[in-house]
């Protein structure tokens, strides 16, 4: 599950909008600054080893792109594919679909501004993730070994914050206490999302936050607390309840 934010909601929405056309077959002379690395499903006439053997060359090509400023990855990566773009000398966007990888080497992405990452099951830390200080926009989808979130805390410039479950596992969040700090925050999405704590009050005092999407399971009186900490979100309410 992606968050869809309008447009006119928030001005690094583009970077989720304005893909380029798919290709799966790269060459060093690649000199775009937008990549959109498709799956092999759409080539058809490939035999596994074929489409295996492209994309295995990704892991050589990718980090020679030096023109590459946003990259979007549909098909499932593995570390070393991942470890590759992370050599990527320039990128400022990264949208992964879903992975295997098992860890991230965060200092290596320290320039990113956007950083989807789709479900990642085997994904075990956020240790690091601090490094990342220039994101405006960071969004998780089942990472389902990981529920302390702390790390977070130190991203003070973000923006638009996605924390998802997939659309068969729940996500599971200590608590959103580290969020109290990230007073710049517009949007927060906890779609399949729960949290154990059950409690919003690290989001009373966020004076940006106007947009939230939860599901149905939060207590009422937290509800009703966050209402009249942000009044902004209380006309938006019953559309979250009835998500």
């Given amino acids: 599950m992606s968050i869809n934010w309008k447009e006119s ?13 798919a290709v799966f077959k790269i060459d060093a002379d690649y000199d775009s600054d937008r990549l959109l690395l498709s799956g092999p499903s759409i080539h058809e006439g490939l035999s596994n080893y074929q489409e295996k053997k492209i994309k295995d060359s990704w892991v050589e090509i990718l980090p020679q792109l030096n023109s590459v ?3 979007w990855v549909a098909p499932k990566i593995n570390q070393k594919i991942f470890d590759a773009i992370c050599k990527m000398p320039n990128l400022k966007g990264l949208w992964i679909k879903h992975s295997s990888i098992n860890e991230i080497t965060y200092n290596a992405l320290s320039n ?3 950083f989807n990452l789709g479900s990642s099951t085997s994904l075990t830390s956020l240790k690091g993730i601090e490094q990342l200080s220039q994101l405006k926009w960071l969004e998780f ?3 389902k070994k990981i529920s302390d979130i702390t790390e977070i805390s130190k991203l003070r410039n973000l923006k638009v914050l996605g924390l998802n479950g997939s659309t068969w596992t729940t996500q599971k969040i200590d608590s959103l206490q ?8 517009e949007k927060l999405s906890l779609v399949n999302t729960r949290v154990t ?5 690290a989001l009373h005092d966020l004076p ?3 947009e939230l999407n939860v599901a149905q399971w939060w207590p009422d009186n937290e509800v009703l607390e966050l209402q009249q900490a942000n009044p902004k979100l209380l006309k938006k309410w019953k559309e979250w309840r009835d998500w």
Avoid at 197 to 201: G, H, L, N, R, W
Wanted: aromatic fraction near 14%; avoid cysteine.
């Fill in 112 to 114: 990113l501004s956007y």
């Fill in 178 to 185: 580290p969020l109290a700090t990230l007073k710049d925050l």
């Fill in 69 to 71: 400023e946003m990259l």
């Fill in 208 to 210: 940006l936050l106007n």
């Fill in 141 to 143: 989808e089942n990472i």
């Fill in 9 to 21: 909601d928030y001005s690094g929405y583009e970077w989720v909008k304005e893909k380029p056309d």
């Fill in 197 to 201: 704590d059950k409690s919003f009050k």
